[in-house]
């Protein structure tokens, strides 16, 4: 009589190899992984859009002060500003 082994059962109550149960392991590891990446992503969003301006409202305000007919300095005063803003 041949026996064949099962280390687990799946929710469908299908039986499942030793390698099965390893690879859903690894599987359920993974997802868990990328729903906190997508997390950490949604908070760092959340914190940029939050403080300042998008990175085209700063390519605006570079424009807008290289266009200005303000002095060198005065013209780095004014982007050191948008940076600290951002």
């Given at each position: 009589?041949?026996?064949k082994g099962t280390a687990s059962?799946?929710?469908?109550?299908?039986?499942?190899?030793?390698?099965?149960v390893e690879v859903e392991a690894?599987?359920?590891?993974?997802?868990?992984?990328?729903?906190?990446?997508?997390?950490?992503?949604?908070?760092?969003?959340?914190?940029?859009?939050?403080?300042?301006?998008?990175?085209?409202?700063?390519?605006?305000?570079?424009?807008?002060?290289?266009?200005?007919?303000?002095?060198?300095?005065?013209?780095?005063?004014?982007?050191?500003?948008?940076?600290?803003d951002q």
């Open positions: 009589m041949s026996f059962k799946s929710v469908s109550g299908a039986s499942m190899s030793k390698y099965d690894r599987l359920q590891a993974l997802e868990k992984a990328v729903a906190e990446c997508k997390a950490t992503c949604a908070a760092n969003a959340a914190k940029s859009s939050g403080g300042g301006g998008s990175v085209t409202g700063l390519a605006a305000g570079v424009k807008e002060v290289a266009a200005s007919g303000d002095g060198a300095e005065a013209k780095v005063d004014a982007l050191l500003n948008l940076l600290a």
